[in-house]
């Protein structure tokens, strides 16, 4: 049994297999591969397109989806080894777990961190605690990492790439950029896309205005990994045309400083100065023709003009609903 938790946990090869696959459940959604199989779908925060996607993709295959979060049809969980449940828990997560594997073929969680402490949360210990007691294959729907979003990211930059007759992913030049936003967000998809693009043979730039935004020790370590297997160098900069200059695919996202995990007054004043950092026409005026994206939901004219985000270059939506094709790709392996 092998679960689906972080794109590092498996080849370029598998990753390779499960794009292909989605592939050609784009081009014929409808089967039976999930025939009599359900996926119980644990979700203790908002979501739109991960939500949806999962149900429809499970629906078309020919299973089911059981939708479940605390408050709205959940016990609230206790997570704490040998933890003395005097508090707001009714049920631990190993009981839950394991009822939940007796129920359902697959399991998806979804759990950002509390932005409280970053030592404590980038242990990612709710997706960990139900993995560890599971008896069925556990997917990440979006913890600190979101292995799903990236998968279809990686996938909608293929075919665009294709269809322009511009080749593969190998060696092209990738920008993640830090973008502002008025709060701290999560570094979920900064990580997942960042380990991503080394895995699939980019040349690799994080782009973020100071050393306080870098991106947590262990996601640069394996994008650093992954970028040298494929014969580059990761790249970290803070300089705007030297990020920009040349490059092949731009990719935005916002996310808070993790020295200020937890005390976030200090960072605003930091994060405020930087708004200059969206993605606008005259940075994009620096790329190779680069194609731009965002995992959404995005702030039009915060993180990206309206301008770049409506042109021809922009492939968030291709993006969007290949979260559908993947996590279907996704559930069938696992599934067996």
């Known amino acids: 049994m092998r679960h689906f938790l972080n794109t590092a946990d498996w080849s ?10 989605a592939r050609r459940l784009k081009k014929s959604p409808i089967g039976d591969a999930l025939k009599d199989k359900t996926i119980a779908l644990l979700f ?24 479940l979060s605390p408050t709205g049809g959940m016990w609230p969980l206790e997570f704490a080894d040998g933890a003395v449940m005097l508090g707001e828990a009714e049920e631990h997560v190993k009981e839950a777990t394991k009822v939940l594997s007796r129920y359902a073929d697959l399991i998806g969680v ?3 961190p509390k932005f409280q402490n970053w030592a404590e949360d980038r242990e990612d210990r709710v997706l960990k605690a139900i993995a560890r007691w599971s008896d069925v294959p556990v997917i990440n729907l979006e913890t600190i990492t979101h292995p799903c979003q990236e998968m279809a990211h990686i996938l909608a930059l293929k075919e665009r790439f294709e269809q322009a007759g511009r080749g593969p992913l190998d060696g092209k030049k990738y920008v993640l950029t830090w973008t502002y936003h008025p709060k701290p967000l999560n570094t979920a998809v900064a990580n997942s896309a960042l380990m991503a693009a080394a895995k699939f043979g980019m040349k690799v730039t994080l782009l973020c205005p100071t050393e306080d935004y870098i991106l947590d020790d262990r996601y640069i370590e394996q994008a650093t990994k992954d970028c040298g297997a494929n014969g580059h160098a990761l790249t970290i900069t803070h300089d705007i045309e030297e990020a920009y200059d040349g490059a092949e695919i731009v990719y935005c996202k916002s996310w808070g400083a993790l020295p200020f995990f937890g005390n976030w007054e200090p960072e605003k004043a930091i994060r405020d100065r930087f708004r200059h950092f969206i993605v606008d026409e005259k940075k994009m005026a620096m790329t190779d023709d680069a194609l731009v994206s965002h995992c959404l939901p995005m702030r039009r004219n915060v993180k990206m003009t309206d301008a770049v985000f409506d042109s021809k270059n922009c492939i968030a939506y291709d993006e969007a609903e290949n979260r559908l094709h993947v996590q279907k790709a996704i559930m069938k392996a696992l599934a067996g």
């Not at 993709?57 to 989806?65: I, K």
């Open 110 to 112: 979804r759990s950002f």
């Open 12 to 21: 370029r090869a598998e990753l390779e297999a499960m794009l292909a696959d």
């Open 44 to 67: 203790f925060n908002n979501s739109l397109r991960t939500r949806t996607s999962f149900d429809i993709g499970a629906t078309q295959l020919g299973g089911h989806a059981v939708v």
